[in-house]
C-alpha cells in the first residue's frame, strides 16, 4: 500500500470531474482495509468504490480509500441454483459477464450497469424489471469504526427504489466487501416484461430468449439511449423517477393526459423524470461543458471539463423547473459529494 498526496480522482469517477484527493491509497484485501481505517495521522476518511454513482462537486480533503478487493466464488450449489459470492472491486457489468458464461440466470437484465460490485447494494440498483434485491442473499460490511465485520441479509439491508439502510440509517458507517446472489442453473426466469426488451428480442426473431438474449438485448437498448462514461462522462440515471399518490396522479393526469406511468401500487404511480426533464425542454441542452444527454434526459453528461459544482447548478435548474411546470419534486439517484 502507498498513500499519494493531491491524487487527481478523473479517472476514479465517471463524471470525469477533475476534483483531487488529499491522499489517496489502494487496498486489495480485508486486511489491508482494516489496516487502513486503523490509521490515526488521517482522522478523515472516504471510501471509494467504482465512482459510477457519485458527483464531486469539490476536492476531498480526506483519506479517500480505493476498494479494489477482487473475486467471485460459488459459496452454496444445489442441483437448481448456486449462491454466488462477488469482492466489493469487481465491476459489476464484468461479473454480470461472468455469470453468463457459467450459464448461472439472475443478473442478466442488470447487464452493463457501470460501476462495482461492492456499492451495488447501496442504491439497490436496478433495470428492466429486476432489482439487485431480487437476486440478493446477503453482504459482508465492514464497521469503518469498530472494525468488526457483520453479515447483512435481505431484510437488515431495507432496500426500495434506489435506496437501502447502506444510504440511509447505515451511511458512512459501513463498507461493503462483499455481496453473495442466489442465481438458477437452470429452467431460468427470463424476464422480459419491459416492453423495450421485447421489442429488441422481436428485431432479432427471438420468441424463446436465453438469458444471453436478455442481456444481448439490455446491453443493445442501453448503448442506443445512455452515453458511455469512458467517452462521456455521467453517472447513467441523474434522478430518481417519482413516485407520487393517487390523489396527486389524478389531477396530473387530468392535466397531462399524455404523460406515460406505472403504476406502484394501489395507492401509488410512478412518473418517468425522464419525460418531465423533457417537456420543460432540457433534453439535449448544453450549459458550457456541463448537459443533458440527446437521447435520454435523465442522464446529465460532462462534456469534457465541466466542474461538479456546474453539474449541481444544472441539476438544481432542472428541479426548480419540474416543479414549477408539474407540481412534482424530483430528486437525484446520484450521491451528491459537498
Known amino acids: 500500500m502507498k498513500i499519494i498526496e493531491d491524487f487527481s480522482l478523473k479517472n476514479y469517477n ?24 486503523k490509521f490515526q495521522d488521517y482522522p478523515n476518511k472516504f471510501i471509494l468504490g467504482g465512482g459510477s454513482n457519485m458527483l464531486l462537486t469539490q476536492d476531498i480533503d480526506a483519506l479517500v480509500i480505493y476498494v479494489n478487493i477482487k473475486g467471485i466464488r460459488v459459496v452454496e450449489e444445489d442441483e437448481n441454483s448456486i449462491v454466488l459470492k462477488a469482492m466489493a472491486g469487481e465491476n459489476w457489468h464484468q461479473l454480470v459477464l461472468w455469470t453468463l458464461d457459467h450459464g448461472y440466470g439472475g443478473l442478466e437484465n442488470l447487464s452493463l450497469i457501470p460501476g462495482n460490485t461492492g456499492t451495488a447494494p447501496i442504491q439497490n440498483i436496478g433495470a428492466y424489471g429486476v432489482e439487485l434485491k431480487d437476486r440478493f442473499v446477503s453482504c459482508e460490511a465492514l464497521h469503518k469504526e469498530n472494525l468488526e465485520l457483520t453479515t447483512f441479509f435481505l431484510k437488515d439491508c431495507q432496500f426500495g427504489y434506489r435506496e437501502s439502510f447502506f444510504k440511509n440509517k447505515g451511511r458512512d458507517t459501513y463498507v461493503i466487501v462483499s455481496v453473495s446472489f442466489k442465481l438458477s442453473k437452470k429452467n431460468h426466469e427470463i424476464n422480459k416484461s419491459y416492453g423495450a426488451i421485447e421489442q429488441e428480442l422481436h428485431k432479432d426473431n427471438i420468441e424463446n430468449p436465453t438469458i444471453r438474449d436478455i442481456s444481448n438485448a439490455v446491453i443493445a437498448i442501453r448503448n442506443s439511449k445512455l452515453p458511455d ?49 423533457e417537456q420543460c425542454g432540457f433534453k439535449g441542452k448544453r450549459f458550457g461543458d456541463a448537459g443533458v444527454h440527446k437521447n435520454q434526459a435523465l442522464v446529465l453528461v460532462n462534456y469534457g471539463n465541466a466542474t461538479g459544482a456546474e453539474i449541481m447548478d444544472l441539476a438544481l435548474n432542472i428541479i426548480d423547473n419540474v416543479k414549477i411546470k408539474f407540481g412534482i419534486m424530483i430528486v437525484p439517484e446520484v450521491n451528491l459529494i459537498k
Open 14 to 37: 465517471t463524471f470525469g470531474i477533475a476534483a483531487k484527493a488529499r491522499f489517496f491509497v489502494e487496498i486489495t484485501s480485508i486486511e489491508e482495509l482494516i489496516k487502513v481505517l
Open 229 to 277: 462514461p469512458k467517452k462521456i462522462g455521467n453517472s447513467g440515471s441523474f434522478f430518481k423517477n417519482p413516485i407520487i399518490s393517487k390523489k396527486e396522479f389524478e389531477k396530473f393526469m387530468e392535466e397531462h393526459p399524455e404523460a406515460p406511468f406505472y403504476k406502484v401500487s394501489e395507492k401509488e404511480y410512478k412518473i418517468p423524470a425522464g419525460w418531465l426533464i
